[in-house]
Nanobody, 123 residues
Framework: QVQLVESGGGLVQPGGSLRLSCASS????????MGWYRQAPGKERELVAH???????NFADSVKGRFTISRDNDKNTVYLQMNSLKPEDTADYYC?????????????????WGQGTQVTVSS
């Protein structure tokens, strides 16, 4: 069974930094794209950053120049470095991975989500 576990959220003052991590575990044959999403109260979930297996990245306009995404393929882990945080970055952050796994009978590609980690930017 595949699991994604996020860590690194918390309370930070405006202008501060946080680094989120998302570790994937279970039967993972390969990981294609990985991404970070966020959902603020009363709003829809939105893409924050995305990284392909080849390392190509893209970011939401609202975080460009402030956030970076990286991945450690050996550890099946994706990171989100968040700098110059603003109150509007406050949200629950979720990681997502499109990966290939083996059920024991079938090999298939699935999209998996972590449970989320809360980020609060406030003075």
């Amino acid at each position: 069974q595949v699991q994604l576990v996020e860590s690194g959220g918390g309370l930070v003052q405006p202008g501060g930094s946080l680094r989120l991590s998302c570790a994937s575990s279970g039967i993972i044959l390969s990981i294609n794209a990985m991404g970070w999403y966020r959902q603020a109260p009363g709003k829809e979930r939105e893409l924050v950053a995305h990284i392909t297996s080849g390392g190509r990245t893209n970011f939401a306009d609202s975080v460009k120049g402030r956030f970076t995404i990286s991945r450690d393929n050996d550890k099946n882990t994706v990171y989100l470095q968040m700098n110059s945080l603003k109150p509007e970055d406050t949200a629950d952050y979720y990681c997502n991975a499109d990966l290939v796994t083996n059920s024991g009978t079938y090999v298939y590609t699935g999209s998996y989500w972590g449970q989320g980690t809360q980020v609060t930017v406030s003075s």
